[in-house]
């Protein structure tokens, strides 16, 4: 199992670097110059990748939000209600566009959709 290590320094987290010339990895912080040998040349990387409603996952009261942008425009699917939140999402992928996501503002609902 990999652990973080952290800057002697300035408790930053130190980032695998390689030392070319040693051929040796090296832990380095970015905010100081402290550097230390690795106690191993393994380095893991952990790529995770999410669909666009795993990116969107909409947590409990976020029609009571108060940052998120209100409109009185749509009517919910589900109970008929005429206001919603609603936010904008962009995927990665070239072939998707922006999606924008709206979450109806009854409590007992709280109904989500995109357009």
Known sequence: ???????RECNNILYPREDKENQKLLFSCRNCDHSEVAPTSMVFRNEVLHTASERTQIIQDVAADPTLPRTKGVRCAKCGHGEAVFFQSTSRSDTEGMTLFFVCCKTECQYRWRD
């Open 1 to 7: 199992m990999a652990e973080i290590v952290f800057c």
